[in-house]
């Protein structure tokens, strides 16, 4: 079993839809999660990052964590063609004091104009 | 102020050789990685490093090395190229919060 799992999509949303992009990991002492952005041939871009249970909103983006069914999602609001990118959900096993990130190969999203 | 630079931004080279890629932030954070990522792998980390002349495995390592003389510099150096080093490398710095370089697309011919 992959420690963090993404669904690699594509994943087409219409514009001004709620975009949904969903994260399991299996490392239950994770702590600490993050979900980056990753345009075509360009590196990723941190958009958003949750440790507590519950949601987490900046903006049009809404991080949902739920560690008992050690379930990450990240909701995009009124989504625009400018959202159409690879998410990449990602994930700090084994508690605080551990630095390294373990990502998911990511979910491609694409806005229908 | 450009935060986290890589260099080359494209490189090819041929099977056998020493590359070597570097990295470079003017953060002044402690720790410092090196990624690669390939299709249907996603992101792997190859080596970190939580501060200078201080340098861990990641998940990928064989067929690299890294140094970290200065805590603003983390060079990459692949010391005989193969063909499934072909990949794009991406450094990324920081503490929990990692920001990502342009990274560098290096095809092993």
């Known amino acids: 079993q992959k420690e963090v799992e993404q669904n690699s999509g594509p994943l087409s949303v219409p514009e001004g839809a709620i975009a949904s992009l969903n994260c399991t990991y299996s490392?239950?002492?994770?702590?600490?999660f993050f979900w980056y952005r990753q345009y075509s041939g360009k590196s990723p871009e941190l958009i958003m990052f949750?440790?507590?249970?519950g949601d987490k909103e900046d903006g049009r983006f809404t991080a949902q964590l739920n560690k008992a069914s050690q379930y990450v999602s990240l909701l995009i609001r009124d989504s625009q063609p400018s959202d159409s990118a690879t998410y990449l959900c990602?994930?700090?096993?084994?508690?605080?004091?551990?630095?390294?990130?373990?990502f998911g190969t990511g979910t491609r999203l694409t806005i229908i104009p | 102020d450009a935060g986290i630079t890589q260099s080359p931004r494209y490189k090819i080279t041929e099977t056998g050789r020493q590359v070597t890629l570097m990295c470079h932030q003017t953060?002044?954070?402690?720790?410092m990685f090196w990624y690669r990522q390939d299709l249907g792998h996603g992101l792997r980390l190859i080596y970190y490093?939580?501060?200078?002349?201080?340098?861990d495995k990641g998940e990928v390592p064989d067929g690299y090395v890294v140094s970290r003389s200065k805590t603003e510099n983390f060079p990459l150096t692949l010391e005989s190229a193969t063909r499934s080093q072909t990949s794009v490398y991406f450094c990324?710095?920081?503490?929990?919060?990692?920001?990502f370089g342009p990274g560098t697309r290096l095809t092993v011919t």
């Open positions: 990602a994930v700090i096993p084994g508690g605080f004091g551990n630095e390294k990130l373990t």
């Open positions: 490392d239950r002492g994770s702590q600490s």
């Open positions: 949750i440790y507590s249970n």
């Open positions: 953060w002044s954070h402690s720790y």
């Open positions: 490093s939580a501060a200078a002349d201080i340098t």
């Open positions: 990324a710095t920081g503490t929990f919060e990692q920001y």
